[in-house]
Each structure stands twice: as structure tokens, then as C-alpha cells.
């Protein structure tokens, strides 16, 4: 993992990265974001699995390619692993590598949070439902970037 990590640049802990109803449960999407002061970037991946949101940097440890070949196609059929399309590597909710030419490795793992959105009220869409839950639990959170994971 470590030679993925020699050009890798984050953007400054506490980045919203989109909110956390974008990413419906048990699905995968990807996001780039920019640094507004040079062309560096941060392809990531989130997965929102039944533990919660996972983060991972969208760069296979085999040759540093893209996992995905169209956007947001990252999982298996099951929806239980994301796969390379490039060599068909398998990797599990911890970002760790079972299958294909990078066994054993990982994915760059990021550090995510879902943070409640400060605004004074929720458009219409996400106003609270009977009971006075919203009908969309994640529809008053962002996903919050805060760095790389220590350890996975």
C-alpha cells in the first residue's frame, strides 16, 4: 500500500464530501475532489455497508488503476465485495484484497464521518415524517472527510 500513498493528496480534514443520502444504502458511488490551487485530487470511493459509511481511495494496489471502468459500478453482484474491473481483483468491507493479482494487499483506507448539516431548516423533501423522524435518516448528515484511516 504504501508505494500508493507517494503522490496521494487529501484535502483538509472536515471536506463535506457530499450528503449522506447520496449514497443509498449498500451501494457505492465515487467522488473526485480538487485542490482549487493545482491540479492535485483525491479519487475516492464510498460504500455505505450495514456498519456505516466506508472510504477508500480509488486506486487498486495492483498497478494504481481506477476500479471502476463506469461510474459507481465498484461492487460484486452480491453487493458483498468491491471488485477491480481491470484484473478482477476482490476486496472486502475493510478495503482488504481476497482475490486476484494483489491478494493480500489493501486498498488506501480514508477516515470518514457522518456529521450533522448545520442549516436553519431542511428543504421540503426532508422534513419529518409521523413521529417527527425524518423519512431519510441520513437526510440531515454530511459525509465528512477526516483523513486516512490509521489502521483498518
Known sequence: MSHLLNDLWLPPSGTIICPANAVDPEKTRGFV?????STKYLDLIIWHTPDGFRGFVNRCPHLGLPLETFPDRFLNALGDELVCSAHGARFDATGHCLAGPCAGEALVPLELDARPRSRAEP?????????GRPVDADADKDIVLIGLLAHS
Not at 33 to 37: A, K, N, T, V
Not at 123 to 131: D, F, H, K, L, R
Open 123 to 131: 428543504p421540503a423533501s426532508e422534513t419529518p415524517a409521523i413521529g
Open 33 to 37: 475532489i480538487s485542490d482549487p490551487h
